[in-house]
């Protein structure tokens, strides 16, 4: 008797909060848009707006800090960024995505949905630039699109490249290859955070956000870098890259 | 008292949110002739077409250490049956017009089904411009042929039958010569449940036998496996590999040793004979650029490149290690360009020792 009553009674309250979970999902909220996009400085000629130009030699500011420009193209440019999230006011974290890879060669690669947010105060937006050590290990990622293209032998550490970023110096045919990833098993990826003010209440509608690269900056400040390559094992290099990274290397623009 | 409560209960909770899935009757079984996605509650009302009850048996593939899981269309799945229809089409001078060149005729199985010619000559004495690509683990591959101008098995089998350089017959001719065969008549019913054979179950059951040639016994692997070692040369030459010392691994990386991606591995200075991904893609930056081949099993599949250039590995490693010759699609990733790879004799010889170890002699044997 007693357990038929329970029973009932557990059913009752199945019944009721199974409702009240689908009102919750009446509350609307905005949706959010990422778009990736790259730029070189582009000295001395400012016409262009900056926006990376695949393939092609420009002047940019010398990696040793003088102003003598040095010319430099970008080939091809691929990375990797992980736990990207958004930070509330209240200190607590909104995950948006795991890992995420792009392609500058790939169009579809530049734009991300990232679906809805709740309604909160956001005061910083988070990624890490690369895979934690306790991911980047190999062939853990074979499903994934990057896991050809990133892969980073066991011979150097084994995992995935954090970035793959190739093309001339110089002349058209010196090449650099500018590689970072866990050089010999090191973790040399970061975090990012850079604070923004979105208020998300009710129904905003489409919010996009650009997270930009600017490239010239990874050689310099606080390390001014030559362009090189073979740089995979050299823990050096893979530190100084992590660092001026962390620097001004990524700029983000919030565009309701 | 407690009764009525209990139904009540149930009432309630069936009712308590309209938005509940709404329990419909009907066939839930995908193949009986009446099955209706609608219906979430099987009611016992399956009908069966007796022609549709035909059986096969699932193909199963281990997906191998390292490897993805392989690409398999939805509409041709892998059955014991189709995968050795596919082993016989594919053996079979009866695709081609004079009945005298089947696909094993250009892909050699000692050769890792390849061909040992530079080129090959197809039904009409015509001489074709491009090495006969190995074939393994072909079903992780993206996209097929040097220049990607196929991007499923299927597809790619539709080719050689009519190309006039291979081939050379028609789809209708072929068709009618199959289905005069009684043998292939009753194969093509188990496989497919089909009463005329046509090129799309022709290209399904071939894709299947091709998907079947898995090759991941080699020393290398044996080694990976810790079953064996590796001579020193051996080692030395994997560590050249997949350093930037030899940057092979940048293309030819990961357990699969190759990327599927596309690119001028420094080859010519420019006035190319063969554009490879630029004729298909029409982008002049793709001129000589070539779908990056697997080295496993690479010591069975000379000559090299898509052109069959070069005859032995040592030459392979000679062209590597000179840096290649510049143009303007080269690829970044040939970085020692015009410089080289300053290996010592030792060293080549040590990399062409390690790509040794990626042979695997059960495949071409079995």
């Given at each position: 008797m007693k357990i038929i009553n329970y029973s009932s009674i557990l059913i009752i309250f199945l019944s009721i909060s199974s409702c009240l979970i689908e009102e919750n999902e009446t509350i609307t909220n905005a949706s959010l848009d990422f778009s990736f996009s790259h730029s070189q400085i582009c000295l001395p000629d400012t016409?262009?707006?900056?926006k990376l130009l695949l393939d092609k030699l420009i002047y940019s500011l010398s990696p040793d800090g003088s102003i003598i420009p040095e010319l430099y193209s970008v080939k091809n440019l691929n990375y990797l960024i992980s736990n990207i999230s958004l930070t509330s006011s209240d200190g607590s974290n909104f995950p948006l995505e795991d890992i995420y890879f792009v392609d500058a060669l790939n169009q579809t690669s530049l734009t991300l949905n990232l679906g809805e947010i709740p309604n909160n105060i956001y005061t910083h937006f988070n990624f890490q630039f690369g895979l934690d050590n306790s991911i980047n290990?190999?062939?853990?990622?074979?499903?994934?699109?990057f896991h050809t293209t990133m892969a980073w032998p066991e011979m150097m550490g084994g995992g995935y490249h954090y970035m793959k970023l190739e093309g001339a110096y110089q002349n058209d045919s010196t090449f650099y290859n500018t590689h970072t990833g866990p050089s010999m098993g090191v973790d040399y990826s970061f975090m990012v955070s850079k604070e923004i003010a979105l208020n998300v209440d009710g129904d905003l509608g489409d919010i996009s956000f650009d997270l930009n690269m600017i490239i010239d900056n990874w050689y310099k400040n606080p390390n001014d870098i030559s362009f090189a390559n073979a740089i995979m094992m050299d823990m050096q290099k893979q530190m100084q890259f992590k660092m001026n990274g962390m620097t001004d290397v990524f700029t983000i623009e919030l565009n309701k | 008292m407690i009764r009525w409560s209990l139904y009540f209960c149930i009432a309630l909770l069936i009712?308590?949110?309209?938005?509940d899935p709404e329990i419909i009757f009907g066939c839930t079984d995908e193949n009986a002739v009446n099955w209706t996605s609608l219906a979430n509650f099987d009611d016992g009302s399956c009908k069966y077409d007796s022609i549709n009850n035909y059986q096969t048996t699932p193909y199963i593939i281990t997906t191998p250490y390292g490897f993805p899981d392989m690409l398999i269309p939805d509409d041709n799945q892998m059955t014991v049956e189709g995968v050795e229809l596919g082993r016989q089409l594919f053996n079979d001078p009866r695709l081609s017009k004079n009945n005298?060149?089947?696909?094993?005729?250009?892909?050699?199985q000692n050769n890792s089904f390849s061909s040992p010619n530079q080129y090959n000559v197809g039904v009409d004495n015509i001489m074709g411009f491009r090495n006969a690509s190995a074939l393994i683990n072909l079903g992780w591959n993206t996209s097929f042929n040097w220049d990607g101008s196929a991007l499923t098995l299927e597809e790619q089998a539709f080719e050689p039958v009519t190309n006039p350089i291979e081939m050379h017959d028609t789809w209708q001719n072929v068709e009618s010569k199959l289905n005069n065969d009684s043998n292939y008549f009753i194969q093509f019913k188990n496989t497919f449940n089909i009463e005329y054979i046509d090129s799309i179950h022709i290209v399904k059951a071939i894709a299947q036998f091709e998907r079947s040639l898995i090759s991941v016994d080699s020393k290398y692997d044996k080694w990976r496996k810790g079953e064996v070692q590796l001579s020193l040369s051996e080692l030395n030459g994997y560590a050249i590999f997949n350093t930037e010392k030899g940057d092979c691994f940048h293309c030819h990386g990961t357990e699969m040793f190759m990327d599927n991606l596309f690119h001028n591995n420094g080859l010519d200075a420019g006035n190319f004979l063969d554009l490879g991904l630029g004729n298909i893609s029409?982008?002049?930056?793709?001129?000589?650029k070539f779908k990056t081949p697997t080295v496993r099993n690479v010591e069975f599949t000379g000559p090299y490149m898509h052109d069959g250039r070069f005859s032995t590995l040592e030459e392979v490693v000679e062209h590597y290690n000179s840096g290649g010759n510049y143009s303007?699609?080269?690829?970044?990733?040939?970085?020692?360009?015009?410089?080289?790879?300053?290996?010592?004799n030792n060293e080549k010889n040590d990399l062409v020792n390690f790509l040794k170890t990626l042979s695997d002699n059960s495949y071409i044997n079995k």
């Open positions: 016409s262009t707006d900056n290990l190999s062939n853990n990622f074979v499903n994934e699109s | 009712f308590s949110c309209k938005k005298s060149l089947s696909c094993a005729g250009c892909h050699n029409g982008n002049p930056l793709d001129n000589a303007t699609t080269i690829d970044p990733l040939m970085k020692k360009v015009g410089i080289g790879l300053q290996l010592t």
